[in-house]
């Protein structure tokens, strides 16, 4: 779950780190009176869950009140088209109006739960201001990484590494350090799984500020954190998506028109990369997972239908814990209840498999079963009119 830049920085202050004096609105009127108690200039920051808001107009500096109300309301109910956001891009419902701050050092510190270590790392920088991915392809030595044991928690002779990678000394570097360990209590207390400020800059009087911060929680951790879930925006999250999240399905919509239906993350995966492979353009990744139910997987398949931009669906289900025929099943039962004019390509192999496409057989003519992966995924791009790229190798 993320949460807006204002929301992360009120967590950050409470913690003692730092922030530039700024307050949220949701009104003209509001941005005005933030303005004036402020002082400009100012920033009037849209508060969206994407970055790259800067490049796309999201952030506008305002060198007196009537300017900084006229960018809240050019911004306040529009849509923002970041990199990150996808074409439709976000609403913005709310701004940070922020005291301008010119720094005089741009740094990275960043907080994640990294896989590979199965524990919390800090990622630090003294090029700060640029995309952390871009940093890290461009300039990989740059970065320095401390892996940080659950038990322990950050040693002091970890934070003084942190502060040398950022090229801090004396009073700033253990100004660093006080801010790295608050931060690191921070990501425990409110199970964090990403806490990230870029840039943290050192201004010209010699503070240390988190000029810009993202922050992540765990969903899994919403249960023991109520007062983060109420912090959630749903607005930033497409509408499929949400009902896909009470459905107990996993759902990413994409920008292509082949919808797919999955158990497995990884089956999810591959599926679209050879969708992809075969120039065609996944609309989706939905995973049912294992444990689905007829009812659940039911629900998933209406999510693809109701999805406008969906030219053709694509079942491709490798039976495990997930029986073939309980898909079957409930595809049949959606056919009976939407008459769906889309076509349905379905591959099913595994548990029950054999059942599964009797069951099928006698199903309505949109339904083409194909049992061989390659095979079905020409079905799926062909039946959107694309064509199909002609491939060598195991997807020939």
């Not at 990294?114 to 700060?128: E, L, T």
């Not at 608050?182 to 207390?189: G, N």
């Not at 759902?251 to 992809?276: E, F, H, P, R, S």
């Not at 799926?380 to 020939?396: L, M, N």
Request: glycine fraction near 8%; proline fraction near 6%; hydrophobic fraction near 45%.
């Amino acid at each position: 779950m993320k949460l807006h830049e204002y929301q992360a920085k009120q967590l950050l202050a409470e913690y003692g780190i730092m922030v530039p004096p700024g307050h949220p609105a949701t009104t003209q009127r509001q941005a005005l009176e933030a303005a004036r108690r402020l002082g400009c200039p100012v920033v009037v920051k849209a508060q969206v869950h994407s970055g790259g808001r800067g490049k796309a107009g999201g952030i506008i500096t305002a060198s007196n009140q009537t300017k900084a109300g006229e960018a809240a309301a050019r911004l306040l109910g529009s849509r923002l088209v970041t990199e990150q956001s996808g074409p439709r891009g976000l609403p913005i419902n709310t701004v940070l109006v922020e005291r301008s701050i010119t720094p005089a050092r741009e740094l990275y510190l960043g907080i994640l739960v990294d896989p590979s270590h199965k524990q919390p790392v800090f990622i630090a920088s003294a090029r700060g201001g640029m995309d952390i991915e871009q940093l890290a392809a461009s300039h990989p030595g740059e970065l320095t990484t401390v892996v940080i044991h659950p038990l322990t928690g950050l040693l002091p002779y970890q934070a003084r590494l942190l502060a040398r990678a950022l090229q801090l000394t004396d009073a700033l570097a253990v100004k660093a350090a006080q801010s790295m360990r608050s931060l690191y209590r921070l990501f425990i207390d409110k199970d964090c799984s990403l806490v990230e400020i870029n840039p943290l800059v050192v201004t010209e009087s010699g503070e240390l500020l988190a000029l810009d911060a993202k922050m992540t929680i765990d969903d899994n951790a919403l249960f023991r954190q109520p007062e983060m879930a109420a912090l959630k925006d749903d607005s930033q999250t497409d509408l499929l998506e949400q009902e896909a999240a009470k459905a107990g399905v996993s759902y990413v919509k994409m920008d292509g028109d082949i919808g797919c239906l999955v158990n497995g993350a990884g089956l999810a995966m591959a599926t679209m990369d050879l969708v992809t492979f075969l120039g065609g353009r996944p609309a989706n990744f939905l995973d049912v997972g294992g444990t689905a139910d007829e009812n659940r997987v039911c629900r998933a398949i209406e999510l693809l239908l109701d999805d406008p931009d969906v030219k053709v669906a694509w079942i491709n289900i490798f039976g495990g814990i997930l029986r073939c025929d309980t898909v079957a099943r409930a595809l049949l039962r959606v056919q009976g209840e939407r008459h769906p004019s889309i076509p349905f390509v379905v591959r099913m192999r595994g548990t029950n498999a054999d059942e599964a496409r009797d069951l099928l057989a006698s199903g309505p003519m949109t339904l083409m079963l194909e049992p061989d992966l390659a095979r079905a995924a020409r079905l799926a791009v062909a039946a959107t009119g694309a064509p199909s790229r002609r491939q060598k190798g195991p997807a020939s």
